[in-house]
């Protein structure tokens, strides 16, 4: 993961909090990570996988 860039924290998170994810764009790659568990496991996805998820998502929530 030497690629990354840097994080940024999910704006939104549940009725109880805590539930925000952290996103790095690095150069080849995005990675993402639960931000209450920084050590934990990092899911890493292609740029082209990332932007695939959030058009998927953003078309979600115009319905």
Known sequence: MAERTGAAAGAEAGTEGGQCV???A????????DSKAEAGPIL????EA??????????ERRV
Do not use: N, Y
């Open 44 to 47: 890493t996805v292609s740029r």
């Open 50 to 59: 990332w932007a695939g998820f959030i058009e998927l998502t953003a078309s």
């Open 22 to 24: 952290e996103v790095a």
């Open 26 to 33: 690095g150069s080849a790659a995005v990675h993402v990570r």
